[in-house]
């Protein structure tokens, strides 16, 4: 199976060293809603950076914020 198909990537690839490649910092609420449903972060504003949404929530990365494991999914 390719690396960039395989299932629970939520469409990200992997890196060359089998890493799933981080989502970037500076990609807005409003575009992963596009792909996590309008549910993503609610009560976010559109317009917020990935990296202060992580921040304000006390999680490393985006696959721990699905995970549920920052503030509001304690």
């Not at 807005?28 to 504003?45: H, I, K, N, P, Q």
């Not at 304000?56 to 999914?73: F, I, M, P, Q, W």
């Amino acid at each position: 199976m390719p690396r960039s198909k395989q299932p629970g990537l939520n469409g990200r690839q992997r890196n060359d060293d089998g890493q799933t490649r981080a989502k970037r910092g500076d990609t807005l609420v409003r575009t992963l809603r596009g792909t996590y449903g309008s549910d993503f972060a609610e009560g976010r504003r559109a317009d917020m950076r990935l990296d202060t949404l992580l921040e304000h929530e006390g999680v490393a990365s985006l696959n721990d914020l699905l995970e549920g494991k920052g503030k509001s999914g304690q």
